[in-house]
């Protein structure tokens, strides 16, 4: 509803509407204290295959190399029936 308005401004009113306290999260964006964790986390989902959201992964363990990566906002019954098969 909101991606050709995406920004600080549409953030802030979101944050605002959402009753956060204002000041912190103005500190937090303008300090850009999470940046790097942002940009570590987009480049391991880039590595991953990962290029949208919704993006689940279902493992098989805790390696990401043996999970699979379902795409997509998918309904309830075609999900849960991948994610089935995949742990079967």
């Known amino acids: 509803e909101n991606q050709t308005s995406l920004g600080d401004a549409l953030f802030t009113r979101l944050a605002s509407e959402l009753g956060l306290n204002e000041k ?3 500190d937090c964006t303008t300090s850009k204290k999470y940046d790097s964790v942002v940009s570590g986390q987009s480049s391991e989902g880039d590595a991953a295959g990962v290029t949208g959201t919704p993006a689940t ?25 991948i994610v089935s098969g995949l742990l079967k």
């Open 57 to 81: 992964f279902v493992l098989k363990g805790t390696d990401l190399a043996s999970g699979e990566l379902i795409s997509g906002a998918l309904p309830y019954e075609t999900f849960n029936s």
């Open 24 to 26: 912190k999260f103005s």
